[in-house]
C-alpha cells in the first residue's frame, strides 16, 4: 500500500515525550516519516530513533554546523555516514548557507564537494539545503556530476528551478505551499514525476503556528493535487513511485 511521505523533517528535535504521540498520528494518517540528520550528534539520535519507531533516515552536515568542525570532525562524520550506509536513504541535509556574511563560504563549498563524491560512492541521494546559495549549490552539483538530487525547501528564482528540471533533479514541497506563492507556482513548474513533499518539522506550519508535524505532509499533497487537477490518492501514488525509483 502507498503511503504519503514526509521526505525531510527534523522529528527528532521533539522531546523524547512527545515523539510517541507524533509517530502514532502520522501511522494513523498513513504517513511515512523520513528523519534527516545535520550534525554528528543529531546524526546518531536519528539513527537511534529509526531503530526505536522504525521510520527512515538521511545523515547529512548542515552547512552552518561544519564551520564549526575541524576538518578531522567533518572527516570523521563523513566516515560515519559511510559506514552507516545500509541503515539510510540518502545523505542530507547537506549543502550551502549564504543567509549570513560569515566570511567562509570557501570552506562550505569544501565539505558539500565532499558530502556530493561521498553520495556518490555509496549511491544514495542528497537532500540539498540552499538558503540565499541556490545558484551557486545548482553550480557544484553540476561540476561534480550529481545526479540523484532533490531540491529541499528551494526559493531560488524560477529559471533556476527550470534548471533544476531540466537536470533531471527534484524537488520537494514544504507544507507552507499552503501560502506560499513561490511553491505554488513551483508546483506548476515542476512535472510531478519531479515532485516530493515534505514539512521541515517542526518548521514550516501550514497555517502559521508553531510545531509543525509529519502528518501535515498530507496539506503539501492536497495542494500538488488542486494545482496539478489530480485525484489526492493519485498524487499519493505518483509520489510514492517517484520515491522508489530514487531511494529504493
Given at each position: 500500500?502507498?503511503?504519503?511521505?514526509?521526505?525531510?523533517g527534523?522529528?527528532?528535535?521533539?522531546?523524547?515525550?512527545?515523539?510517541?504521540?507524533?509517530?502514532?498520528?502520522?501511522?494513523?494518517?498513513?504517513?511515512?516519516?523520513?528523519?534527516?540528520?545535520?550534525?554528528?550528534?543529531?546524526?546518531?539520535?536519528?539513527?537511534?530513533?529509526?531503530?526505536?519507531?522504525?521510520?527512515?533516515?538521511?545523515?547529512?552536515?548542515?552547512?552552518?554546523?561544519?564551520?564549526?568542525?575541524?576538518?578531522?570532525?567533518?572527516?570523521?562524520?563523513?566516515?560515519?555516514?559511510r559506514?552507516?550506509k545500509?541503515?539510510?536513504?540518502?545523505?542530507?541535509?547537506?549543502?550551502?548557507?549564504?543567509?549570513?556574511?560569515?566570511?567562509?563560504?570557501?570552506?562550505?563549498?569544501?565539505?558539500?564537494?565532499?558530502?556530493i563524491?561521498?553520495?556518490?560512492?555509496?549511491?544514495?541521494?542528497?537532500?540539498?539545503?540552499?538558503?540565499?546559495?541556490?545558484k551557486?549549490?545548482?553550480?557544484?552539483?553540476?561540476?561534480?556530476?550529481?545526479?540523484?538530487?532533490?531540491?529541499?525547501?528551494?526559493?531560488?528564482?524560477?529559471?533556476?528551478?527550470?534548471?533544476?528540471?531540466?537536470?533531471?533533479?527534484?524537488?520537494?514541497?514544504?507544507?507552507?505551499?499552503?501560502?506560499?506563492?513561490h511553491?505554488?507556482?513551483?508546483?506548476?513548474?515542476?512535472?510531478?514525476?519531479?515532485?516530493?513533499?515534505?514539512?521541515?518539522?517542526?518548521?514550516?506550519?501550514?497555517?502559521?503556528?508553531?510545531?509543525?508535524?509529519?502528518?501535515?505532509?498530507?496539506?503539501?499533497?492536497?495542494?500538488?493535487?488542486?494545482?496539478?487537477?489530480?485525484?489526492?490518492?493519485?498524487?499519493?501514488?505518483?509520489?510514492?513511485?517517484?520515491?522508489?525509483?530514487?531511494?529504493?
Amino acid at each position: 500500500m502507498t503511503k504519503y511521505i514526509d521526505l525531510h523533517g527534523h522529528t527528532d528535535f521533539y522531546k523524547d515525550d512527545e515523539i510517541p504521540a507524533i509517530v502514532k498520528d502520522a501511522n494513523e494518517k498513513n504517513v511515512l516519516i523520513v528523519d534527516s540528520g545535520a550534525h554528528p550528534h543529531m546524526n546518531k539520535r536519528v539513527l537511534e530513533l529509526a531503530d526505536k519507531y522504525g521510520w527512515k533516515v538521511t545523515l547529512g552536515l548542515y552547512p552552518i554546523d561544519v564551520l564549526k568542525m575541524d576538518d578531522n570532525e567533518i572527516d570523521k562524520e563523513i566516515d560515519f555516514i559511510r559506514k552507516n550506509k545500509s541503515k539510510i536513504i540518502g545523505i542530507g541535509e547537506v549543502g550551502l548557507d549564504f543567509k549570513e556574511d560569515l566570511h567562509n563560504w570557501n570552506k562550505q563549498k569544501e565539505v558539500f564537494r565532499k558530502v556530493i563524491r561521498l553520495a556518490k560512492e555509496i549511491d544514495k541521494p542528497l537532500i540539498i539545503h540552499s538558503r540565499k546559495a541556490e545558484k551557486e549549490a545548482i553550480e557544484i552539483l553540476e561540476e561534480e556530476k550529481a545526479e540523484k538530487v532533490v531540491m529541499h525547501c528551494f526559493s531560488g528564482g524560477f529559471k533556476l528551478i527550470e534548471k533544476i528540471v531540466a537536470n533531471g533533479w527534484s524537488m520537494t514541497i514544504p507544507t507552507n505551499v499552503t501560502f506560499s506563492e513561490h511553491f505554488q507556482k513551483a508546483i506548476g513548474m515542476v512535472p510531478i514525476e519531479q515532485l516530493f513533499c515534505e514539512t521541515d518539522s517542526p518548521y514550516l506550519h501550514p497555517r502559521k503556528e508553531r510545531n509543525n508535524v509529519p502528518s501535515n505532509v498530507i496539506e503539501s499533497y492536497k495542494k500538488v493535487a488542486e494545482i496539478k487537477g489530480l485525484e489526492l490518492n493519485d498524487v499519493r501514488d505518483r509520489i510514492w513511485v517517484n520515491f522508489e525509483k530514487l531511494f529504493g
